[in-house]
Structure formats: C-alpha cells, structure tokens
C-alpha cells in the first residue's frame, strides 16, 4: 500500500513540475511575442489567401495578391525583429526536449536530447522573408502554399517548446488538418534541410 502511496504523490509532483515549467515558458514566449504583432498578420495573411483563392475575377485576384505582398514584407520583418530580440534569451531557458514524451525540466536532465529554440526562430525567420520576396519565384498560389507552410512550422516550433513535440502535431492537425511530416514537406527546401539538421527525425 505504501508503494502504491509513493507512486502516486510521484506522479503529482512530476505533474506539478511538469505544469510550472510550462507555465514558464509561455510566459517567456509570450513576453517577447507580446511586443510584435505577428500573431494578427499571419490571421490576415491566411484570411488573405483564402479570399484570394476564392476569387473568380482574374483582375480582382491579382490585385488582392499585391496588397498581400505588404502584409507579407511586414510579418517577414517582424518575424525577424523578433527572433534577433529572441536570440539574446538565455540558453538554458529556450532548449526544447526532442524526447517523445513531455518532462519537466528535460532540458536540464537530458541535455543531449534538446535543441535551441533561437536557432529554430532564425531558420524560421529566414524562411519567412525568403519565402515573402520570392526567392525561388513560384506561382502567387504556390508562394501562398509555402509560406503558409512556413508558418505553420513555426507555429508547431512554438508549441512544441511550451509543451511537446506530441502535442504540437496534435494541435496542427486539429487546426489545420496538417501532420507535421507535411509541414516539413510543404516549407522551403533550404527551411527543411536547416530545420531538420537541428531538431533531427
């Protein structure tokens, strides 16, 4: 009896710690997100798209696609703004566990099975304003495709650091009907080749 005493005040504490250290990291997130407004451009980006997509009139098609072309500038530009403030955290507070089940404080018990969140907000960045001035010159639709793509991903990226990989995907789906293997699939080939060298299969 005991035991079974034992085990279960373990399991509360490992919860416990589990829920403050995420807590603590969307507060931190949350802290320097605050100050940007990236949050409503990728809504109005997406929204955006979608109007645009549903357009019949050639010309009114178009001409949505070049005011889109500013509110992309400006995210891309914010994005970035955000992830050089972002690159000055301390590392201890922005490494994400890549084991396949949330832990409290992995970061700090298996080091080794972490990757650094400012490193994964750079790669994003990149992406983002690669994507948002055309770089590889795609189509207006599939530029679309990819950069909501690449913003998905980030997206994940942020909810895999608050709470895990697992419930990150969960969330994806759920929202944008996209597994993650997807989301790697549909981003740029230089975000995918960058975003898997850090984080790993």
């Known amino acids: 009896m005991d035991f079974f005493i034992l085990a279960a005040l373990a399991v509360i504490a490992a919860l416990a710690l589990k829920a403050r250290d995420h807590r603590a990291r969307i507060v931190l997130l949350a802290s320097h997100l605050g100050q940007y407004q ?20 050639p010309a ?48 700090k018990l298996a080091p080794a099975a972490t990757f650094d969140l400012r490193k994964a907000f750079a790669i994003h960045a990149r992406g983002i304003a690669d994507t948002a001035r055309n770089a590889r010159q795609l189509t207006p639709k599939r530029k679309a495709f990819t950069m909501s793509a690449e913003l998905f991903l980030m997206q994940h990226t942020c909810h895999w650091y608050c709470k895990s990989k697992a419930v990150a995907s969960a969330r ?17 080939p230089e975000t995918r080749q960058a975003y898997m060298a850090l984080v790993g299969r």
């Open 172 to 188: 994806m789906l759920a929202r944008h009907q996209t597994r993650y293997d997807q989301l790697i699939d549909a981003v740029s």
């Open 60 to 107: 009114r098609r178009d001409q949505i696609w070049n005011l889109l072309n500013s509110t992309e500038d400006a995210l891309a530009n914010q994005f970035q703004s955000f992830a050089a403030e972002f690159s000055r955290t301390d590392e201890l507070s922005t490494r994400v566990s890549t084991l396949p089940i949330g832990l409290p404080y992995a970061a």
């Open 38 to 57: 990236i949050e409503k451009l990728m809504e109005n980006l997406t929204q955006g798209y979608l109007r645009c997509l549903g357009e019949d009139d």
